[in-house]
């Protein structure tokens, strides 16, 4: 592997690779760009196949926080951060591993700003705590992200709806779920409050019934939540939905929800909803408000301006349309054009600052 060749490639600032074998960690910390400020994102423990397969996941995780950062208008940049270890871990061994992580994260003296991620909880961050003040989404502090996450993407959704049909208002729109965990539950609330009509699936047939009694919602089961005839998608499970086999199906104006990496390839699946006539929220911009969430601790917000600043998904989807249709781009590429505009904009003061 050409090292210094991959980091160049994407533009990645920093790898930090660090071991503490008598704890069995093995870490990697990447810093994708910190022009806008620290690079902030989850710490992923996971039991890769190889080495270079951890590798290419944190340099690919960190570039798509410096994006989400940018086009969110936070003073932020993009890092992420990898253990590679067996997620099922447990008792000191686990402390163990999370303090040498730790370590590893203060080593970059708040150059990165470690959180949650996928097999890491809060009291994994409180055991990265006792070695480094440098990390956010302690028990007691922001809380659950998922109730901001939910509300960015009902307000990216009604943003969608303007973009689509001159008129934001959900009342009578008919919306189907996919996913009813902690963000797609929120999402139906919010949706129903406002009067949508909801088709909803999960695998969790426990997850289904209770949005059925609570919100009115039609049960779907989960192979044909592609198929109804509804005027909005809202992806809220997992990645890589959006592909060959899903769009030709899809019968609907807009896709606009949660998961993360929806698109099975971005370059090509982007263009395919455009071709389809079927305006698509890109997924890092609609589904900012946990970062938001996470931006507020640093901030020291109420929960009440997390929320705001959540609401403010709804301009920047607007532009992110609007950046589209003048460049007759799909929304995926205008929303990175507009990261890296940001971007550039930051290296070019910092440049002008110190000439
Ligand atoms: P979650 O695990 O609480 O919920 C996911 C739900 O999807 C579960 O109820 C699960 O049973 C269901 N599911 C899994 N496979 C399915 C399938 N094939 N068909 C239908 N349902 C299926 O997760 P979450 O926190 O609600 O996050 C949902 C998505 O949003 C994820 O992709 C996540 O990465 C993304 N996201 C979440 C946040 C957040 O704040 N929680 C922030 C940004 C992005």
């Not at 189907?176 to 909801?198: F, K, M, P, T």
């Amino acid at each position: 592997m050409e090292l210094f060749e991959l980091m160049a490639g994407k533009q990645h600032e920093q790898l930090v690779l660090w071991t503490e074998p008598r704890f069995g960690y093995k870490g990697i910390i990447s810093l994708h760009d910190t022009s806008l400020g620290p690079g902030l994102g989850g710490t992923r423990l996971w039991n890769y196949a190889t080495e270079e397969e951890a590798l290419v996941d944190a340099l690919r995780l960190a570039r798509g926080m410096t994006y989400k950062a940018a086009v969110t208008g936070l003073t932020l940049g993009g890092g992420k951060s990898v253990i590679w270890g067996d997620p099922k871990i447990r008792g000191v061994d686990r402390e163990m591993l999370f303090r040498a992580h730790g370590r590893a994260v203060e080593s970059l003296g708040g150059r990165y700003i470690t959180a949650e991620d996928v097999g890491t909880s809060p009291a994994d961050m409180a055991h990265i705590a006792l070695e480094t003040e440098h990390v956010v989404g302690l028990e007691g502090t922001s809380g659950d992200p998922s109730p901001v996450t939910a509300y960015g993407v009902y307000r990216g959704i009604k943003a969608a709806a303007m973009a689509r049909y001159g008129d934001d208002s959900l009342d009578g729109l008919h919306v189907a779920v996919q996913g009813l965990g902690q963000v797609g539950y929120h999402l139906c609330e919010n949706l129903r409050g406002e009067g949508a009509r909801l088709s909803v699936t999960d695998i969790d047939s426990g997850r289904i019934e209770r949005v059925v009694d609570e919100f009115d919602a039609e049960a779907v089961v989960p192979e044909d939540i592609f198929d109804v005839d509804a005027d909005i998608f809202a992806p809220c499970a997992l990645g890589a939905v959006l592909n060959d086999d899903t769009i030709p199906r899809l019968k609907v104006d807009i896709v606009a929800g949660a998961a993360n990496n929806q698109l099975a390839s971005t370059t090509k699946h982007g263009p395919a909803l455009q071709e389809a006539g079927i305006l698509y929220a890109p997924d890092y911009v609609i589904n900012a408000g946990g970062l938001i969430n996470v931006y507020g601790e640093l901030q020291g917000w109420t929960r009440e301006q997390s929320l705001q600043k959540a609401g403010e998904i709804y301009d920047t989807l607007l532009q992110v349309f609007q950046l589209a249709e003048n460049e007759r781009v799909s929304p995926e590429e205008a929303a990175a054009r507009a990261a890296e505009e940001r971007i550039q904009r930051a290296r070019h003061l910092q440049r002008t600052y110190l000439t």
